[in-house]
């Protein structure tokens, strides 16, 4: 159904009610020109043991994947070991500054030569201790007059491309895949001003979740859920009146943040504010035996709230909450100059494909990575990080170390909570026998996108093809 501007104003009023600026290449789900084909997706995607294995070979071996962060591995001699399925590789500080990555498997007999993250001055296997230099070749052979035959050359550990972006370290096992600034395209130019390289995690934790690794990030790539899973957070971000943009393989939506969805009929500005400040970015751990910390006490500050808190300005909660944000980041040295007002104050979200997700602040960043299990398409990998830029007046602190915990003792926050209560239904939904396909709209074209690019990998092998 085709839609006018007219239309289109009436039925996001609230974007222009409250002055929310997007930048010109976003789009409204009504402007996106999705057809019914574009809706429908197989159920086997999420369940089929197949599909699970023509991804990690179709997928996985051909795309750059975030690995770790660079303050991980700042050091010379630095290792940090990253697992996708059966497939494990290191990625490496190396004497001369140069950050490789290597596939981690001894050339003899095929141990992991490390696991873990640490530091070393070799890479020495521990079962019959073969050695390799930080560089990847080799450098040690015990008794290599038993090795008639043995070519140095041919048993160096086998490198793969490997480079850094904003601090985050991406690897790439195809030796023909693109730059790593060509597969992000766009999204560069996008996130330089943010300075990512100056994040640092205050939290990395790991789980195993009971659904398939897409169930999980397609529960993060869209807002139309929040009405049924998060109804708390609908008094300060406004999913309704989301806008996205489609980049190649990768994707963004922003998501007005300080003003109420308007799928509410009236919500005044006290309450926006307070759940902003409340309810917002609250994601922590805690062991589920301890009782949740009791609500946080606000106190509204006078020069915006009357005695019966009652907004009185000047301007909006969300000119404010944009105000405040300037101000702190000052304080702390950060340099903003380069960001939009809606920047302040809105969730840029970010999907870069196959598997990472994050919501991007002035300042901060809530990243989620999923990776598939190795044979089981009903379980995944899932690692949630809290990054923030420190006060850069001071040191830079040392990153959070990495915790692997489960969801069943843990609570993460509310949001991830009611998130990860969810999806387990989701994958046990998805074999039912009498749905063959799920039904997508036009507010998860970041899900038709996601379908879009794997369907493009699998279309190198016409058996992946037809599961699509």
């Not at 809290?386 to 602190?397: A, F, I, K």
Request: hydrophobic share 35%; proline share 7%; aromatic share 10%.
């Amino acid at each position: 159904m085709s839609i006018d501007q007219e239309q289109l104003n009436e039925i996001h009023s609230n974007v222009h009610a409250n002055r929310i600026e997007f930048p010109q290449e976003l789009q409204f789900p009504e402007e996106l020109g999705i057809t019914a084909q574009d809706t429908k997706i197989p159920t086997e995607r999420y369940t089929s043991p197949d599909v699970l294995s023509e991804e990690f070979e179709k997928v996985w071996m051909a795309t750059w994947q975030l690995a770790c962060r660079e303050e991980e591995v700042a050091n010379v001699g630095d290792y940090h070991e990253y697992v996708i399925g059966r497939q494990s590789y290191l990625i490496v500080r190396g004497e001369d500054g140069v950050l490789r990555a290597f596939q981690n498997t001894c050339r003899h007999r095929g141990k992991l030569i490390r696991t873990g993250s640490g530091n070393s001055d070799e890479l020495r296997c521990g079962y019959h201790y073969w050695c390799w230099g930080l560089d990847g070749s080799l450098k040690d052979i015990p008794n290599k007059q038993w090795f008639p035959g043995a070519d140095e050359d041919d048993l160096d550990l086998g490198e793969i491309l490997c480079d850094v972006f904003g601090g985050f370290v991406f690897l790439n096992p195809d030796p023909h895949g693109p730059t790593l600034v060509d597969y992000l395209g766009p999204i560069v130019e996008q996130l330089t001003p943010y300075h990512l390289e100056n994040l640092r995690a205050t939290m990395h934790t790991v789980v195993e979740l009971p659904c398939n690794w897409k169930v999980v990030l397609e529960a993060f790539i869209e807002t139309y859920h929040v009405q049924g899973i998060h109804p708390q957070i609908m008094p300060y971000i406004d999913d309704f009146n989301t806008k996205f943009q489609v980049m190649g393989d990768h994707t963004r939506m922003i998501v007005p943040f300080g003003v109420p969805s308007m799928r509410l009929e009236h919500i005044d500005q006290a309450e926006v504010y307070e759940q902003y400040h409340t309810v917002a970015g609250k994601v922590a751990t805690r062991d589920k035996k301890t009782p949740p910390p009791p609500p946080q006490k606000l106190t509204f500050p006078p020069e915006h709230f009357d005695d019966n808190g009652e907004w009185i300005g000047p301007g909006t909660v969300r000119d404010h909450l944009i105000e405040e944000t300037r101000k702190r980041g000052k304080i702390l040295g950060h340099d903003y100059s380069g960001l939009v007002e809606a920047q302040l104050v809105d969730d840029y979200h970010y999907h870069i494909f196959p598997s990472m997700a994050f919501n991007l602040h002035a300042g901060a960043m809530l990243l989620f990575r999923a990776r598939p299990h190795a044979t089981d398409p009903d379980r995944c990998w899932f690692d949630i990080y809290t990054l923030r830029v420190p006060d850069l007046n001071e040191p830079m602190p040392e990153p959070a170390p990495t915790e692997h915990l489960s969801i069943d003792t843990t609570s993460f926050g509310l949001v991830l909570d009611q998130d990860f209560d969810n999806i387990g239904e989701v994958q046990q939904g998805l074999h039912g026998r009498a749905v063959t396909e799920v039904t997508v709209g036009a507010s998860e074209i970041r899900i038709i996108n996601f379908y879009r690019t794997l369907l493009r990998y699998a279309q190198k092998d016409p058996s992946m093809t037809k599961k699509m």
